[in-house]
């Protein structure tokens, strides 16, 4: 067993047929791609994982507004992407053929103008069941996960049609319908740099908000050091967009403050750590736009190594 997963000369699926367990071997297109012996022996590779990637598409995106010397902030979800991808591969390769009934699957909100972005999610949707697997289907979403999303982010930049990040009304009007389903581990990983703003939603309600801006923490003074009594005191935050999401964890990746305010990061944190428990999320976890390289192993663990 250890000779296969070392060496990929082919993936080893188990499944049952009646009473007995049977072996059947699917030659791979992974063999450059060992899984990690941490994953192989993952006690959650049962679960059924629904995983929904939320992309936020506003102007955070663009390299001439917010240029990374390093790495290009898309560049960085793209990336993100691939290693949201590959932990997805990886549940598949390690489960039982019997028990496989998994999904994967991309929105944006505000949906973007461009029909050629929209057309690209929908082939970035994939269900995988007993029924449906086989080794090219593995190597299509690999391929596809891989090669798309670069496409929607260039055709996002040249466009420049920022419209904001409606991420707000999306947990409103669509997070129940779309990323949460019975008999699933749901898993929602939304990449952001943490401000929330759509020109169409603007609600507010004494103190607490559907958005969140640079301008709006600085009007509110909350870029000084004693920011953090000021949102106990007065009751910053985000209004809360439903009351149950209990049957769902978030992923937040990508958040990149406002470098004028040292504070800005310790806000957004509280603003979203907030919201996300008033919601009653199962689970949730807040990173900022590190490298790739970095984050690879943190969003691997959140979606296999379930605590």
């Known amino acids: 067993?250890?000779?296969?997963?070392?060496?990929?000369?082919?993936?080893?699926i188990l499944f049952s047929c009646g009473k007995e367990e049977q072996k059947?071997?699917?030659?791979?297109?992974?063999?450059?791609?060992?899984?990690?012996?941490?994953?192989?022996?993952?006690?959650?590779?049962?679960?059924?994982l629904n995983i929904s990637i939320l992309l936020d598409l506003s102007d955070r995106i663009d390299p001439k507004k917010f240029p990374k010397e390093s790495?290009?902030?898309?560049?960085?979800?793209?990336?993100?992407?691939?290693?949201?991808?590959?932990a997805f591969n990886f549940h598949l390769r390690i489960k039982r053929i019997n028990q496989m009934n998994d999904k994967i699957q991309l929105f944006f909100d505000p949906e973007p103008k461009s029909k050629k972005i929209s057309s690209v999610s929908n082939r970035l949707k994939f269900q995988v069941d007993k029924t449906t697997i086989t080794?090219?289907?593995?190597?299509?979403?690999?391929?596809?996960?891989?090669?798309?999303?670069?496409?929607?982010?260039?055709?996002a930049i040249a466009d420049n049609d920022f419209?904001?990040?409606?991420?707000?009304?999306?947990?409103?009007?669509k997070v129940m319908d779309y990323c949460i389903e019975n008999e699933f581990r749901n898993i929602l990983i939304i990449l952001t740099d943490g401000y929330i703003y759509h020109k169409d939603l603007i609600k507010k309600k004494d103190n607490f908000t559907s958005y969140?801006?640079?301008?709006?923490?600085?009007?509110?003074?909350?870029?000084?050091?004693?920011?953090?009594?000021?949102?106990?005191?007065?009751?910053?935050?985000?209004?809360?967009?439903?009351?149950?999401?209990?049957?769902?964890?978030?992923?937040?990746?990508?958040?990149?403050?406002?470098?004028?305010?040292?504070?800005?990061?310790?806000?957004?944190?509280?603003?979203?750590?907030?919201?996300?428990?008033?919601?009653?999320?199962?689970?949730?976890?807040?990173?900022n736009?590190?490298?790739?390289?970095?984050?690879?192993?943190?969003?691997?663990?959140f979606i296999l190594l379930k605590r």
Not at 3 to 12: K, V
Not at 289 to 301: E, G
């Open 1 to 12: 067993m250890k000779q296969l997963y070392t060496n990929f000369i082919a993936i080893l």
């Open 24 to 48: 059947k071997e699917i030659t791979s297109c992974f063999d450059s791609k060992p899984i990690p012996k941490a994953f192989t022996s993952n006690k959650n590779q049962k679960e059924n």
């Open 71 to 86: 790495m290009e902030y898309y560049e960085r979800d793209v990336e993100y992407i691939q290693s949201i991808a590959e």
């Open 135 to 155: 080794n090219e289907l593995l190597c299509k979403i690999d391929s596809v996960y891989h090669n798309l999303p670069i496409g929607i982010y260039n055709q």
């Open 163 to 173: 419209v904001g990040s409606n991420t707000w009304g999306f947990f409103k009007s």
């Open 212 to 287: 969140l801006i640079p301008q709006y923490i600085r009007s509110q003074k909350l870029n000084t050091q004693n920011w953090s009594s000021r949102i106990k005191e007065k009751g910053y935050g985000f209004i809360p967009a439903t009351d149950d999401l209990s049957n769902l964890e978030i992923l937040v990746l990508g958040l990149h403050p406002d470098k004028q305010n040292p504070y800005e990061e310790d806000v957004i944190r509280t603003f979203w750590s907030n919201w996300l428990t008033t919601m009653k999320v199962k689970r949730f976890a807040i990173k």
């Open 289 to 301: 736009a590190d490298l790739p390289s970095d984050m690879d192993k943190i969003i691997k663990d």
